[in-house]
């Protein structure tokens, strides 16, 4: 059972603004019929930022840019399915409608990033609702603030962006988070805190760019980490030493894997540490396969 929402009971913002000057884009009222919120953004390429709204602000979203809206195509929708705020938002370069724009955005995507490096989209998010939440970012960058939110679930995919997401106010997700899940294609992803993230399963996927997860100190649950790495490298940073981890590599000849020291061999592909046994019940335990990358686990100190 789902129902439309006319866009401008929800508070849809379409603001003209001066070239330079801040402005809010777009807007969604916190209804009481919505319960909870599935956002999905794709932004093809400036820099983004995602962050807890200021002084409380009760609305679901607010964006605010320093572009005028004529300046780039954008489609808006949001509807309630089941209680639940569906909002769907795409933000396109520049009116990039012509053929030879796009095919240049394609293949000299350095040209695209530069001339996009001084626009950004920030994105505001209220505490207390819980969140579905899927990114996906072509060129640029993006810094991601997940202080205090109720993440459910969380999806984040990059192209070629520079990608930055942790807990900058080391605020914990206010809910129990059901999936993190990240992935690189030729970009970057650098995760913080995440013990923080008070996830259960986190699925990490790296193509031919760079990731990084920082698990922070002891984490909230016990996390099930599952990863793949094809030609690119991932490094993994270690809690402190008294948190349980094992690991299960299934690699090839053409792959690359730095242990850290607090890991042993324990068995075929497999590593622990000292504090791992087989009754822990809040150990990291890590699932990967590598092809022709390179997995680096790092102790914290």
């Known amino acids: 059972m ?41 932004a093809k390429t400036g820099n983004c930022f995602v962050r807890p709204s200021p002084s409380h602000n009760q609305d679901i979203l607010n964006i605010y840019s320093n572009q005028n809206l004529e300046e780039y195509d954008h489609s808006f929708s949001n509807e309630v399915i089941d209680n639940t705020c569906a909002i769907k938002l795409t933000l396109e370069p520049e009116k990039m409608n012509g053929v030879s724009h796009r095919i240049s ?28 939440l899927d990114l996906d970012y072509g060129l640029g960058n993006a810094n991601i603030d997940l202080s205090g939110l109720s993440i459910e679930k969380l999806k984040i995919n990059t192209a070629s962006a520079d990608v930055n997401i942790g807990y900058n ?13 990240v992935k690189v294609d030729m970009g970057s992803l650098n995760a913080r805190q995440l013990n923080l993230a008070k996830t259960k399963i986190l699925i990490a996927e790296v193509g031919f760019g760079n990731m990084m997860l920082d698990f922070g100190n002891k984490p909230k649950v016990a996390n099930h980490i599952i990863g793949s790495v094809g030609a690119g490298n991932l490094i993994i940073q270690l809690p402190d030493e008294d948190v ?58």
């Open 169 to 181: 106010s080391l605020a914990e997700n206010k809910i129990m988070m059901d999936t993190f899940s």
């Open 244 to 301: 349980p981890v094992i690991v299960t590599i299934n690699d090839s000849w053409l792959c690359s894997i730095q242990m850290a020291r607090s890991l042993k061999k324990i068995g075929p592909n497999k590593y622990a540490n000292a504090a791992y046994s087989q009754s822990s019940t809040d150990a990291l335990r890590f699932d990967l396969d590598v092809s022709m990358g390179k997995i680096v686990f790092r102790d914290k100190n």
């Open 2 to 42: 789902w129902r439309p929402i006319i866009l401008a009971s929800v508070g849809f913002v379409l603001a003209f603004a001066v070239k330079g000057q801040v402005k809010k884009q777009f807007s969604v009222e916190n209804k009481q019929e919505c319960k909870k919120v599935a956002l999905t953004l794709k």
């Open 105 to 132: 955005y394609k293949v000299f995507g350095a040209d695209e990033r530069a001339s996009a490096s001084d626009k950004f989209w920030k994105v505001y998010l209220t505490e207390n609702t819980p969140y579905t």
